[in-house]
Nanobody
Framework: QVQLVESGGGLVQAGGSLRLSCAASGRTFSVYTYTMAWFRQAPGKEREFVAAISWSGGRTNYADSVTGRFTISRDNAKNTVYLQMNSLKPEDTAVYYC????????????????WGKGTLVTVSS
């Protein structure tokens, strides 16, 4: 079973930056080639895709709303994935969830196998 633990959320002013981390662990974690992703859920809204990165780190994709501002990366030696968030906007306020999938393409919640518990990001105007 894979476990995911997010950290790095907090309160930041508009225009500021934060870096989220997601530490992964589990007995079977290293067995699969897998995709790691970040989703977010704002109050009263559905959970939405933010960014994903392939097992090798060579392929990334982003939601249009964060392209050019957010960067996803991973360190397989540390079993950790990161989300660097720059030029934050109030509309980025949400709980950010780390996600694990055994599929190569991850842009929807239905292909996620494991979720973290989330970390809150609040961007003040």
């Amino acid at each position: 079973q894979v476990q995911l633990v997010e950290s790095g959320g907090g309160l930041v002013q508009a225009g500021g930056s934060l870096r989220l981390s997601c530490a992964a662990s589990g007995r079977t974690f290293s067995v699969y080639t897998y995709t790691m992703a970040w989703f977010r859920q704002a109050p009263g809204k559905e959970r939405e895709f933010v960014a994903a990165i392939s097992w090798s780190g060579g392929r990334t994709n982003y939601a249009d709303s964060v392209t050019g501002r957010f960067t996803i990366s991973r360190d397989n030696a540390k079993n950790t994935v990161y989300l660097q968030m720059n030029s934050l906007k109030p509309e980025d306020t949400a709980v950010y969830y780390c996600a694990f999938s055994t599929l190569a393409v991850v842009t929807t919640t239905n292909v996620v196998n494991v979720w973290g518990k989330g970390t809150l990001v609040t961007v003040s105007s």
